[in-house]
């Protein structure tokens, strides 16, 4: 069974910074682009970041967070992090790690096939 476990997410003030994690289990995925996606209240989901599997490790970002956020992976622990630093207000959202096997488009949920359950950020003013 494929699971995507997000962990790290919190309260943080504005400025400050967390990492998130997202593991992997059920499959080895080497071959899968591995993105971030958020969604606040009353908001649709919205893509944030995506690295690829592969030994090239590309990297892409929504332009909100450039600067500010990293992606990386650790394949032998089949996992997959958010750094964000200079946190925001509105960067609070429920945040959910996804994989895809061709991603394309990477802001595009639909791209993805597994998806975790999500990890809470919220950034106090």
Do not use: H
Not at 36 to 41: D, L, N, Y
Request: glycine share 12%.
């Amino acid at each position: 069974q494929v699971q995507l476990v997000e962990s790290g997410g919190g309260l943080v003030q504005a400025g400050g910074s967390l990492r998130l994690s997202c593991a992997a289990s059920g499959r080895t995925f080497s071959s899968y682009a591995m993105g971030w996606f958020r969604q606040a209240p009353g908001k649709e989901r919205e893509f944030v970041a995506l690295i690829s599997w592969s030994s090239g490790d590309n990297t892409y970002y929504t332009d909100s967070v450039k600067g500010r956020f990293t992606i990386s992976r650790d394949g032998a622990k089949n996992t997959v992090y958010l750094q964000m630093n200079s946190l925001k207000p509105e960067d609070t959202a429920v945040y959910y790690c996804a994989a895809g096997r061709w991603v394309t488009r990477p802001d595009k949920p639909d791209e993805y096939i597994y998806w975790g359950r999500g990890t809470q950020v919220t950034v106090s003013s």
